[in-house]
């Protein structure tokens, strides 16, 4: 299992935004911190997603005092133009919850969990989200997509119809792989490496742009315990090439800069954990971003 409490610090940026806001883009010069005191905190806050509608967040922390134990799940909700009042959701175990993602139409939360009853390992699952901002029943993904190993951060295409994540219990091209796979009406199968960007490290918390075009993710030598890179990498039609270091200040490849996210009520913009020296909450933080720039081809979804 992955183990994301050795921290680096990253550099000097220049950053404005304390809060969500429905203004934020506006004042973004490169990044601004989310939610300062209710979502970045003293702790340690990794990868955020954002309901489609905009009126909630809901992200993991591994240290966050209040939770159920283990990491957990934690939601805040937008009220006067800031994100308030926040909470370990109902849904939380004894063990590890963690790398929440909305789907894009707010039916459903996935997030990881090596709680009882799984098939091994981390494994990934879903939730309803019921209208009144309830939770129905913790649904395990099956074994289309869960196995011995450890699988993280599931990632639904815009559509619903493919979930991408990554495991180490498929074999692949090294240690955490890429993966994609289809829902087939029932469960999501068939599941296949990402192409093109699997390596012999770790690859793993990824999210789509442009519903495939270009790609977004997390490369580490070893996820355990050494620094955390995001790159980025086009789709040339077959593959994802050409993979570049995200134009981030603070991402640099001695830091720990991961967990990647579209804000599904704001496209244009990318929510990723990391540590820059200003602003500055906790050991890692949720910042936001302009997304990267799509130049890429369909063809690799």
Known sequence: ????STLLAGTVVLATGLAHTPFAAAYLA???IEGMGVVSTPASEV???ISPDGKRIVWGSTDRAGGTGGWDLWQATLKQGRWQDAQPLPINSRANDFDPAFSADGRWLYFFSNREGGLGGDDLYRVAVRGDGGFGAVENLGPGV???GDEWAPAPSPDGAALLFASDGFGGAGRHD???ARWDGGAFSGRKPVPGVNTRNDEFDAA???GGKAIVFTRSANSDDQPMQLFVAQCDGKRYADAAPLKLSFNTAE???LGPAIDWNKPGELLVTGQAKAPKAGKLDIYRM???VVTGKPGCV
């Open 1 to 4: 299992m992955r183990r994301r």
């Open 30 to 32: 490169e990044f601004g």
């Open 47 to 49: 990868r955020a997603s």
């Open 146 to 148: 869960n196995g011995e």
């Open 178 to 180: 890429l993966f994609v």
């Open 208 to 210: 789509w742009l442009d």
């Open 255 to 257: 830091a720990w800069t």
């Open 290 to 292: 302009k997304a990267p």
